[in-house]
Nanobody, 118 residues
Framework: QVQLMESGGGLVQAGGSLRLSCAASGSSFRLIRINDMAWYRQPPGKQRELVATITAGGTSNYADSVKGRFTIARDNAKKTVDLQMSSLKPEDTAVYFC?????????WGQGTQVTVSS
């Protein structure tokens, strides 16, 4: 089994920065090959949306709403993925979820709350 655990959420003022981290753990995580990793978010009362993705080779893509402000990075050896968020806006307020895809499975973390005050 593989578990994902996010950390780094919290309350920040508009214009500030936060760094989210996600680490894989569990009995199988050292044996599996993780393909794409991603961050999603779910704003209050809205559906979950894709924020950023990164391939095992390091190619990243971003939602238009976060381009130029957020940076996704991963460490394949440690099986971690981070999301550096800068110039935060109140509309970035959401629960942020880490996602990891293998050939057979799609894993999710439990989410971490990010609140941006105006």
């Amino acid at each position: 089994q593989v578990q994902l655990m996010e950390s780094g959420g919290g309350l920040v003022q508009a214009g500030g920065s936060l760094r989210l981290s996600c680490a894989a753990s569990g009995s199988s995580f050292r044996l599996i090959r993780i393909n794409d990793m991603a961050w999603y978010r779910q704003p209050p009362g809205k559906q979950r949306e894709l924020v950023a993705t990164i391939t095992a080779g390091g190619t990243s893509n971003y939602a238009d709403s976060v381009k130029g402000r957020f940076t996704i990075a991963r460490d394949n050896a440690k099986k971690t993925v981070d999301l550096q968020m800068s110039s935060l806006k109140p509309e970035d307020t959401a629960v942020y979820f880490c996602n990891a895809k293998t050939t057979r499975n799609d894993y999710w973390g439990q989410g971490t709350q990010v609140t941006v005050s105006s």
